[in-house]
């Protein structure tokens, strides 16, 4: 009897699907409205990160762990091949929002040292950003 049970909860989901992964938050930018940037933008797009860190891990309980950050890099997405701590980051964005988007977009790893000896992941956050040619710069997915 449990055999059979087994075999049928099994072959149910053959026959309905379900998606077992969790959704993110991931907002993939319109890639016509993405302004082109090369490594040159890296001191733009770390002046933006003033406003862009603090609004995007600011929020909530603890956001004063996030208050202070050093950045650990800040790359366009192309320039990140051949980096093993970086590249996979460049395939999560290329699987979420296509080739196009990625290749228009960059990689910014922040260290949070008020996260020291509390929180190994959180003292890590990872963030896609692109720039739009008519609001500048902003944050398309946060990893953590």
Known sequence: MKRIITILTLASFLVFPT???AKSDVDC????????????????????????VPSTYGKGDYGNYYSEWEVITAAPFPNIVGNKKD??????????????????SWLVRLHFPRWEGKSASA????????KSQE??????FRYH
Not at 43 to 50: K, M, R
Not at 135 to 140: E, I, L, P, S, T
């Open 19 to 21: 998606q077992i992964s």
């Open 135 to 140: 609001d500048g710069w902003f944050v398309w």
């Open 87 to 104: 590249e996979a980051y460049y395939g999560m964005a290329k699987n979420f929002c296509g080739e196009e988007v990625a290749n228009q």
């Open 29 to 52: 930018p319109n890639v016509e409205h993405l302004e082109k940037t090369t490594v040159k933008d890296k001191d733009e797009l770390v002046e933006a990160l003033e406003k862009i």
């Open 123 to 130: 003292s890590e956050g990872q963030i896609f950003l692109a």
